[in-house]
Nanobody, 116 residues
Framework: QVQLVESGGGLVQPGGSLRLSCAAS????????MSWYRQAPGKERELVARITSNDGSTNYADSVKGRFTISRDNAKNTVYLQMNSLKPEDTAVYYC?????????WGQGTQVTVSS
């Protein structure tokens, strides 16, 4: 079965960096686009970044452009989110997601807290 397991979250000071990982299993990872979403308390879940399966093209939410980088390692079945210059407003639970045959699969999420 499809499994997505996020890791790498934690508490970081403003201006700091974190790298999130999402380990995938149960499907042909290299064949599917992967996305990172986040959900802050009291807010809707929002798309942060997406990477395609074929040419590795990426797109980002305006709020994270220039600070976050999504990448993938198909040999390790893992997608990453490098987050730099973190701000308090980046505080949220971060989820990875893939869509297979119109069904969305989500990981359990990892908490990122940006605070001094």
């Amino acid at each position: 079965q499809v499994q997505l397991v996020e890791s790498g979250g934690g508490l970081v000071q403003p201006g700091g960096s974190l790298r999130l990982s999402c380990a995938a299993s149960g499907f042909t990872f290299s064949s599917y686009a992967m996305s990172w979403y986040r959900q802050a308390p009291g807010k809707e879940r929002e798309l942060v970044a997406r990477i395609t399966s074929n040419d590795g093209s990426t797109n980002y939410a305006d709020s994270v452009k220039g600070r976050f980088t999504i990448s993938r390692d198909n040999a390790k079945n893992t997608v990453y989110l490098q987050m730099n210059s973190l701000k308090p407003e980046d505080t949220a639970v971060y989820y990875c997601r893939t869509t297979i045959l119109i069904r969305n699969y989500w990981g359990q999420g990892t908490q990122v807290t940006v605070s001094s």
